[in-house]
């Protein structure tokens, strides 16, 4: 059995590790680019935690604080996740699962 070696996610830009080690910014992109098992695993997480998140009657822009991404990312995530015919209604704090009416 073949152990892949763990990738950690890079916190400088290809171009920024390329310019240090002397070598093209595509080189850097795949030395160390994510698995894309990896990066789909977290990617699913991270919708599945917004559209929780928004059920508990938490709006965009506080999701998108308490997850460090942008508001418009929370926006596109729950239109896709409302288009694929996913239950977004929100709970109460007893989580009775009663509808929050809007006008």
Same mark, same amino acid.
């Given at each position: 059995m073949t152990q892949h070696p763990r990738r950690e #996610?890079? &916190? /400088?830009t290809a171009r920024e590790l390329a310019d240090r080690f002397g070598v093209s910014p595509r080189t850097v992109m795949r030395m160390?680019? @994510?698995?894309? /098992? /990896? +990066?789909e695993g977290r990617s699913r997480?991270?919708?599945?935690r917004i559209v929780d998140l928004h059920r508990q009657g938490l709006?965009?822009?506080e999701i /998108? #604080? @308490?997850l460090s991404v942008t508001a418009g990312l929370v926006s596109i995530r729950l239109r896709e996740a409302r288009s694929a015919g996913v239950d977004? &209604? #929100? +709970? &109460?704090a007893t989580g009775e699962g009663n509808r929050e009416t809007r006008t």
């Open positions: #996610r890079r &916190t /400088a160390i680019s @994510e698995e894309r /098992a /990896a +990066y997480q991270r919708r599945d709006k965009g822009y /998108a #604080r @308490e977004l &209604t #929100r +709970y &109460t």
